[in-house]
């Protein structure tokens, strides 16, 4: 059972570069999730789509764009890098529409910006 | 605003031990509280989601427990075994922001089981 796939799972990126961090879930989830997990902080919610076609933005949206190109995948881009955003990255699904429904979470990707 | 914290940051036990991981929470306006288990360099591992009108959740030898007006979950495992050693984080959803809603976490407990 693939899950949920995170693509790349390692990154450098020089600051002003820009690159898109890949998700897809197998799972038929209406849900999908951006997250950020840093030393001290803890993991925050950067964008999620509650179902095909829509987005919102969580708690930490800023420096981020995201797509929800089918039920399946959900990206986030990264449009001009910045050291801040030096982290690890995770994606997460869930059925949805009933919100008594753990959140499924891929390995991460661990971006570093230089 | 919603805050999670965890204490103990970091525990260490000898094998066999039973343990309490806690877990607090200022508004009691939640819709679950969820524990997750993450090993180094990897994902979040679902281990118990507490709906808000539940005391407790149990699967093998862990049991979850919630206690809502307080703003306190603890996550009990049972007889500690090396292969327990990760970090776990409690998050709880929120009663409100959309139909979604935000999972809001801590910032883990540690826990080290040594052999």
């Known amino acids: 059972n693939a899950g949920v796939t995170q693509t790349p799972k390692f990154q450098v990126l020089k600051t002003g570069q820009s690159m898109t961090l890949q998700c897809a879930q197998d799972m038929n989830h209406n849900s999908m999730y951006w997250y950020r997990q840093d030393p001290g902080m803890g993991l925050r919610l950067i964008y999620y789509s509650a179902s095909e076609g829509t987005t919102d933005k969580g708690e930490v949206p800023n420096g981020y764009n995201v797509s929800r190109l089918n039920k399946r995948e959900f990206s986030l881009r990264l449009e001009s890098a910045a050291p801040s955003q030096t982290s690890v990255y995770f994606c997460?699904?869930?059925?949805?529409?009933?919100?008594?429904?753990?959140?499924?979470f891929g390995d991460g990707t661990r971006l570093s910006i230089l | 605003k919603q805050e999670v914290t965890q204490i103990p940051a970091a525990l260490s036990v000898p094998e066999g031990e039973n343990l309490v991981l806690n877990c607090s929470f200022t508004d009691s306006a939640i819709y679950n509280l969820q524990w997750f288990r993450q090993d180094p360099g990897k994902g979040l591992t679902s281990l118990l989601l507490i709906q808000s009108s539940q005391r407790e959740q149990t699967s093998g030898r862990l049991n979850a427990s919630l206690d809502k007006s307080s703003g306190r979950s603890t996550l009990y495992i049972a007889a500690s075994q090396p292969g327990d050693s990760a970090t776990y984080l409690c998050a709880v959803r929120l009663n409100y922001g959309g139909s979604q809603g935000n999972l809001i976490f801590g910032k883990g407990t540690k826990l080290s089981v040594k052999p």
């Open positions: 997460a699904s869930s059925m949805g529409g009933v919100r008594n429904q753990p959140q499924h």
